[in-house]
Nanobody
Framework: QVQLVESGGGLVQPGGSLRLSCAASGIIFGIYHMGWYRQATGKERELVAAITSAGVALNYADSVKGRFTISRDNAKNMVYLQMNSLKTEDTAVYYC?????????WGQGTQVTVSS
C-alpha cells in the first residue's frame, strides 16, 4: 500500500519561500509520474505541478508558473516542491500523489499559510 508523507510547510510572509518534501513508500517510485496537489479551505483539491518518472516537469498550474519548481530524487523516493514569491492565495494544505491518477490513499498533507 502506498504511503505518502509530506513535510516542510509552515507560516511564511508574502514574498517568502518554502520547500516541501514528500517521502513515498509502498510503490515502485521510479516508474510513477508524481504530482503536488493543494486544497484550500472550501475549495476543491487542485493539481499544482507534475513531474515525469524521469524527472522532467510536466506542467504547472497557471497560478504558480515561474514561482514553483517541482523536482524528484528517485534514489531517495522523494519529490520536492520549491515555492518562491509566495502569495496569500497559495495558502492551502499541500499533498503529493501519483499523477495523473492519484492513488486512493492520500497522506496527511502539509499546511502552507502565507500571511503577513
Amino acid at each position: 500500500q502506498v504511503q505518502l508523507v509530506e513535510s516542510g510547510g509552515g507560516l511564511v510572509q508574502p514574498g517568502g519561500s518554502l520547500r516541501l518534501s514528500c517521502a513515498a513508500s509502498g510503490i515502485i517510485f521510479g516508474i510513477y509520474h508524481m504530482g503536488w496537489y493543494r486544497q484550500a479551505t472550501g475549495k476543491e483539491r487542485e493539481l499544482v505541478a507534475a513531474i515525469t518518472s524521469a524527472g522532467v516537469a510536466l506542467n504547472y498550474a497557471d497560478s504558480v508558473k515561474g514561482r514553483f519548481t517541482i523536482s524528484r530524487d528517485n534514489a531517495k523516493n522523494m519529490v520536492y516542491l520549491q515555492m518562491n514569491s509566495l502569495k496569500t492565495e497559495d495558502t492551502a494544505v499541500y499533498y503529493c500523489n501519483t499523477f495523473p491518477s492519484p492513488a486512493t490513499s492520500w497522506g496527511q498533507g502539509t499546511q502552507v499559510t502565507v500571511s503577513s
